[in-house]
């Protein structure tokens, strides 16, 4: 088994496209700032910057070793070709906390699927599964002409699966923040569970608790970049691990090589928009959900979470499958349409009273081990450096309140993480702008029902872009990269040089 790395601190404490896909309108959604619509961009104005040609590693310093058995019995799914085969490696990078010495550094979990010659990182949500494992499971769905050109190269975020994992969060603790009822006016409990967590995560972090954050990785990928022996970096992100990409061509513009971000959270500063708009993408995937499994999924998911709120099951001494657990779950669910059939599957068989299976969804959030660190304490950690809104209980209820009405099932939820933060330090640094100038064409995928990105809030950051291009799929779930029109789309940008035409719509 590979070793579980801690925080190391040296000398210190510690032509056209496809078929299938069509060009729309590329003018794009006005974006609200201050209650006034700003002037759209056209994303291809400034592409004066070309697309950068691939480069073979020359000198790379990273030590790969077999970790293929390892790797297969982590993933879940378990699906992956037995053709595919994996390596695992360390890189250290500079850790850059506040108040410790400037060599203090981290360690930072790489994999290595295929072996196409050119390096293809790839980087996950911070609370979905690793950039390692996510990138597995993409190379078993990649077109095969992808993984003769690339190698993908999962890279786990700082503070996220074996890249030293933030492990703060008391077990109990992370069932409250789950539990919060998407019925409940009372956001008082939430809020305790986030001073909590806050509080424990200073003792047990100190200043490297603000160190976790998308600027910060971003600096960790270059590392990896230099470390692979490539002069530019060529880059997958999903949703908000765009936010990392970000912040690299921010910090590291003339070393963007071919980026593509598949989803972009919302960059709207009104918060009322973004969870608005949050709600009613997860109210759309639940229908798009009961249509594709043949239930009615608004009556089931309500049904359950009365039941549950009645009578919650225990799933642990710590955690109680109580109705925000539940909905957390299938919202996990609901963002894999792969696993929609297993989804439905675990409703059935939770308001039969077994609610196993349905609480695998959002085990990986709840429950941490040495061998499997709980995705929760890495994401709050970063989420929360990563936004400067704080807003104090009667606000948050207000608006909880707000949302409730316009989406009755998910509006009470959507506004959960801004009970998470509330107590959490504001971040040491503002958070990069999407307007970087003098970067080449970066493909960006937007999924129109995507409960976790929505395609308006892609939409919008594409808007305030001077060098992307979009191409919308008109599907359902998180992520746009299972539509084989949008792979295609993907594979002539990465492989070929292609840049799509600015506005290409995939049907679903």
């Known amino acids: 088994m590979r070793r579980r790395p801690t925080l190391l601190l040296l000398a210190a404490l510690v032509p056209a496209l496809l078929a299938g896909c069509t060009a729309g309108p590329s003018q794009r959604p006005a974006v609200v700032e201050n209650d006034e619509p700003a002037a759209s961009t056209q994303a291809s104005a400034n592409q004066a910057v070309p697309l950068p040609e691939l480069t073979e590693p020359k000198s790379s310093s990273v030590q790969w070793s077999d970790c293929d058995q390892q790797t297969r019995a982590r993933l879940d799914p378990p699906e992956v070709p037995g053709t595919l085969k994996f390596s695992c490696a360390d890189v250290l990078s500079v850790l850059d906390a506040p108040d410790l010495p400037g060599r203090a550094q981290t360690h930072i979990a790489l994999l290595k699927a295929g072996d196409g010659p050119i390096p293809l990182v790839v980087l996950n ?53 789950f539990s919060q009822d998407p019925a409940t006016t009372d956001v008082d409990t939430v809020l305790d569970a986030g001073r909590k967590a806050g509080q ?35 880059a997958i992100a999903r949703g908000e691990a765009s936010t990392v990409l970000t912040a690299y061509t921010n910090r590291f513009s003339s070393r963007v090589g071919r980026f593509v971000l598949d989803g972009i959270p919302d960059p709207s ?54 109705p925000g657990v539940a909905l957390n779950a ?29 609480a695998k969804f959002v085990a990986p959030m709840l429950n941490g081990s040495p ?117 295609e789309a993907v594979r002539a940008f990465l492989v070929d040089g292609k840049v799509p035409t600015n506005g290409t719509l995939c049907p679903a």
């Open 269 to 322: 500063p009104d918060p009322a928009t973004v969870l608005g708009d949050l709600a009613s993408a997860q109210q759309t995937a639940l229908d798009a959900f009961g249509k594709a499994t043949g239930i009615d999924a608004t009556a089931e998911v309500t049904a359950l979470l009365s039941q549950v709120r009645a009578a919650p099951p225990q799933l642990s001494d710590d955690v109680p499958f109580g």
């Open 200 to 234: 424990q995560c200073a003792i047990e972090l100190g200043s490297t608790q603000q160190a976790i954050d998308a600027w910060r990785t971003a600096g960790d990928l270059d590392e990896v970049r230099d470390q692979l022996g490539v002069p530019k970096l060529n």
């Open 371 to 487: 061998l499997a660190p709980s995705r929760l304490d890495g994401a709050l950690a970063t989420l929360c450096n990563d936004t400067s809104t704080r807003m104090p209980a009667d606000q948050i209820g207000t608006l909880t309140d707000k949302l409730r009405g316009q989406s009755p099932l998910f509006g009470g939820l959507a506004t959960q993480r801004l009970s998470w933060c509330a107590p959490w330090p504001g971040p040491m640094d503002a958070m990069p702008s999407l307007a970087a100038s003098g970067l080449p064409p970066i493909l960006v995928a937007s999924t129109a029902v995507d409960p976790v990105t929505p395609g308006t809030g892609t939409s919008r950051a594409v808007g305030q872009m001077s060098s992307a291009v979009e191409v919308s799929w008109q599907g359902a779930g998180h992520g746009a990269m299972s539509s084989p029109c949008v792979g």
């Open 125 to 177: 949500d911070v609370d979905g599964e690793p950039g390692t494992l996510y990138a597995a499971h993409l190379a078993a769905t990649l077109p095969a002409s992808v993984l003769q050109r690339f190698s993908l190269i999962g890279m786990d975020r700082r503070g996220t699966g074996d890249s030293d994992a933030v492990a703060c969060v008391p077990s109990d603790v992370r069932g409250q923040l």
């Open 330 to 358: 299938v919202l996990t669910g609901l963002a894999t349409k792969a696993r929609w059939p297993e989804l439905a599957q675990a409703i059935q068989a939770a308001r039969g009273g077994n609610p196993t299976q349905l």
